[in-house]
């Protein structure tokens, strides 16, 4: 069998040798002492690295689910639904195709969600919930998070609801301090876990809330995860080696330190933006909002994306060749989880060679 090539695409991530030994350790039962103690330590860790003390919920499909989840269990009137990006947009699509009443705030994708724009909307009409994406992966946009935290905390009655799926485990997201009521990611992108899993982190209030809201199906009900979250376990079968890949991505994390963690995505971010431009091409987010997990490129010097693409392959690299419409027009280069200074410039270095080879 081939060695597939190392993944610089923004999600799935790369994932280390030692991440993937992790999810090769024998099962265990799902309702055993042994996984209770496992996902205690778990969810210790998440709260750490979340600053929190909200419940955490460890989640064995792919983080669309938690946007329905999100909805569903704390808005009974409208949702404002802050839009930049693809992933921004689909979240819209799942307010409407279970009948919630929404209104959108849109930008131009390629610029944040800002702070002053929310309180706008928010001064103008009730809602029981702002839903933004934190970091925008179709396009490298990130949205000051804790500014649009401020502005919520003069509207008690909307709850924040954020989708860090590229952000969270990358990017600082202090919880409590924004006063995040549900925050939600999978684990292919920052966690640097393959993906299939997600997690999330719901407030008392959320919880409250929840309970009382009635028809939100079984599946995605805050009631459901509560059951089972004061015994450590999670309410249908997890996918357990995703448990074990988590603990031992927590035990890296500890180990870097999380500041560490937080400054080395910031200078992989900043590495990559300054060769963009050395190699006479542009951003494309707005200066502001740059992301510090993902950067897309505009391809002002018209690379043969596709060429190079091919060539990265064959020295065993997968690019990123742009999302959606973007594709060939923007490209993006993700800096995010097990990447680290070595793995970024030997990336750089590869492709640099893969212009005009
Ligand atoms: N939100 C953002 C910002 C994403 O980048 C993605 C996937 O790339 C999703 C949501 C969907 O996540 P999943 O594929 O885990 O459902």
């Known amino acids: 069998m081939s060695k597939s090539p190392k993944l610089f695409i923004p999600g799935p991530t790369h994932v280390s040798d030692e991440i993937l030994e992790a999810f090769s350790t024998p099962q265990i039962g799902h309702r055993t002492p042994e996984i209770s103690e496992l996902i205690s330590d778990i969810i210790k860790g998440i709260q750490k690295v979340l600053y929190t003390t909200n419940h955490i919920y460890l989640v064995s499909h792919p983080a669309t689910g938690l946007w329905e989840m999100a909805i569903r269990n704390s808005v009974r009137g409208k949702v404002l639904h802050c839009v930049n990006g693809a992933f921004s947009k689909k979240w819209v699509k799942v307010s409407s195709e279970i009948g919630v009443e929404y209104d959108l705030l849109e930008y131009d994708w390629g610029k944040g969600v800002q702070a002053e724009d929310i309180e706008r909307k928010?001064?103008?009409?009730?809602?029981?919930?702002?839903?933004?994406?934190?970091?925008?992966?179709?396009?490298?946009?990130?949205?000051d998070i804790d500014k649009i935290g401020e502005v919520l905390k003069k509207f008690p009655q909307t709850y924040l609801l954020v989708d860090a799926v590229s952000s969270m485990a990358g990017v600082k997201i202090d919880v409590d301090s924004i006063g995040i009521d549900f925050i939600l990611s999978s684990t292919q992108k920052a966690w640097g876990l393959p993906a299939g899993f997600s997690i999330a982190a719901a407030s008392d209030r959320f919880i409250s809330r929840s309970k009382k809201i009635r028809n939100k199906?079984?599946?995605?009900?805050?009631?459901?995860?509560?059951?089972?979250?004061?015994?450590?376990?999670?309410?249908?079968?997890p996918s357990i080696p995703h448990l074990f890949g988590l603990k031992k991505v927590l035990d890296i994390i500890f180990q870097e330190g999380l500041?560490?963690?937080?400054?080395?995505?910031?200078?992989?971010?900043?590495?990559?933006?300054?060769?963009?431009?050395?190699?006479?091409?542009?951003?494309?987010?707005?200066?502001?909002?740059?992301?510090?997990?993902v950067t897309s490129i505009?391809?002002?010097?018209?690379?043969?994306?596709?060429?190079?693409?091919?060539?990265?392959?064959?020295?065993?690299?997968?690019?990123?060749?742009?999302?959606?419409?973007?594709?060939?027009?923007?490209?993006?280069?993700?800096h995010m989880g097990n990447i680290y200074a070595e793995d970024l410039l030997e990336y750089l270095n590869v492709f640099e060679e893969c212009i005009d080879a």
Do not use: C
């Open 122 to 143: 928010l001064s103008a009409e009730k809602y029981d919930a702002v839903a933004l994406v934190h970091n925008e992966t179709s396009t490298g946009v990130m949205s």
């Open 217 to 237: 199906g079984y599946i995605l009900s805050v009631d459901t995860y509560e059951k089972y979250y004061f015994k450590n376990q999670t309410p249908y079968t």
């Open 298 to 334: 505009n391809n002002d010097m018209r690379w043969d994306i596709n060429a190079i693409n091919e060539r990265l392959l064959s020295r065993g690299f997968r690019m990123d060749r742009g999302y959606g419409d973007l594709k060939g027009e923007v490209f993006r280069i993700p």
């Open 259 to 293: 500041e560490n963690r937080w400054e080395r995505h910031k200078e992989l971010a900043k590495v990559v933006r300054e060769w963009a431009i050395k190699m006479g091409q542009s951003l494309y987010a707005e200066g502001q909002f740059l992301s510090d997990t």
